[in-house]
T-cell receptor, first 112, second 112 residues
């Protein structure tokens, strides 16, 4: 089954404790993105990747890091989480030349 | 001014009626336009995309694009209670292929 998976689905953590949210797709897509979704603000792009070892900032990259060492994986790293990073996070992938972004199931992160 | 604006709703329509969802965008150079449906607690799923002026129909859904007015809409005919969800308008600007700018979404409620 073609899919984007994210782990964990739910996470409660404390300020300053480093965490990684994993994202993996099995569709051999070149493009991958991370979004956060907040009430009243919609989905905002954090980082995106055009291919292995090619990443770039989206609209709200502050406080986040990413890496793309393999085509299928695109982890999101929060080195020192803060309460304003409490949000719902989605990973998405897109085939080169395609239109449809496939979204993962989401990770709900709470930072206290 | 937000880059992509939608009325947050809720838009309430009776079962069987036409639901009309609207979206305006600020970047006149935007290339393609998407409508996603998002059920509560779930990830967005693509309903339709459009990139040429005019109408595009797919089953009960019709997307309408007017680039001169920077306006895109989604019509849902014969609305069903299962259509109750938040509808997200997304725009792909000229500058980035993998970039989607989302509106905050319109909540649709279809009542029997």
């Amino acid at each position: 089954e073609a899919q984007v998976t994210q782990n964990p689905r739910y996470l409660i953590t404390v300020t300053g404790k480093k965490l990684t949210v994993t994202c993996s797709q099995n569709m051999n897509h070149e493009y991958m993105s991370w979004y956060r979704q907040d009430p009243g603000l919609g989905l905002r792009q954090i980082y995106y990747s055009m291919n292995v070892e090619v990443t770039d900032k989206g609209d709200v990259p502050e406080g986040y890091k990413v890496s793309r060492k393999e085509k299928r994986n695109f982890p999101l790293i929060l080195e020192s989480p803060s309460p304003n990073q409490t949000s719902l996070y989605f990973c998405a992938s897109l085939q080169r030349g395609g239109y449809e972004q496939y979204f993962g199931p989401g990770t709900r992160l709470t930072v206290t | 001014q937000k880059e992509v604006e939608q009325n947050s709703g809720p838009l309430s329509v009776p079962e069987g009626a036409i639901a009309s969802l609207n979206c305006t965008y600020s970047d006149r150079g935007s290339q393609s336009f998407f409508w996603y449906r998002q059920y509560s607690g779930k990830s967005p799923e693509l309903i339709m995309f459009i990139y040429s002026n005019g109408d595009k129909e797919d089953g009960r859904f019709t997307a309408q694009l007017n680039k001169a007015s920077q306006y895109v809409s989604l019509l849902i005919r014969d609305s069903q209670p299962s259509d109750s969800a938040t509808y997200l308008c997304a725009v792909n600007p000229l500058k980035g292929y993998n970039k989607l700018i989302f509106g905050a979404g319109t909540r649709l409620a279809v009542h029997p």
